[in-house]
């Protein structure tokens, strides 16, 4: 037993021992405890805050990728409302151009009437003058005395009235 004793070893154990002894009389396990339990504590709180973050993370990525898509459909709405609005506006410039040009083509082909029916007319008031100028001159010429200016008269009457 002495040889217990004189060994290092015991005198550790035996220390040891005593040192538990007071850690337990002060209460220090509790003290260790409580640290422990106050880090597990922290931690926990940690990690329910990092899941809290996470899901709003996931909530805001949701939200933002909802957005992205709505915002992509309104984009596709706004361009097809585009194409269709410029094809509405370019039918409707065509069908008015259609318009202006058959009410030019009409305009243009009554001037050309017009000025068809007055050259006609002026070539027979040209025709007739000149067939009146003719005939008053052969008449004239032929025919002497009160007869004959009675019958130019009437043949250049008859002549204007028919050719006019």
């Known amino acids: 037993m002495i040889e217990l004793l004189s060994a290092a070893e015991t005198w550790v154990a035996v220390g040891f021992a005593i040192l538990m002894v007071v850690f337990v009389y002060f209460g220090v396990h509790r003290t260790v405890l409580n640290a422990l ?15 809290r973050l996470k899901e ?3 909530k805001l990525l949701a939200d933002y990728k909802a957005r992205a ?7 596709e709405a706004i361009i097809a409302s585009a194409k269709d609005e410029a094809e509405r ?8 151009l259609e318009d202006f040009v058959a009410r030019r083509t009409k305009t243009a082909e009554g001037k050309i009437a017009m000025a068809e029916a007055q050259a006609i007319a002026d070539v027979r008031a040209a025709a007739a003058n000149a067939a009146v100028a ?4 052969i008449l004239s010429q032929s025919v002497k005395g009160s007869v004959a200016d ?4 009437k043949g250049i ?3 204007r009235s028919k050719l006019n």
Do not use: P, Q, T
Request: net charge negative.
């Open 37 to 51: 339990d106050n880090r597990r504590d922290r931690i926990k709180a940690e990690l329910d805050e990092a899941s």
């Open 56 to 58: 709003e993370a996931a």
């Open 69 to 75: 898509a709505s915002a992509e459909r309104e984009a």
């Open 89 to 96: 506006i370019a039918a409707e410039a065509k069908a008015k």
């Open 134 to 137: 003719a005939a008053s001159s």
């Open 150 to 153: 009675e019958l130019i008269g």
């Open 157 to 159: 009457a008859e002549v």
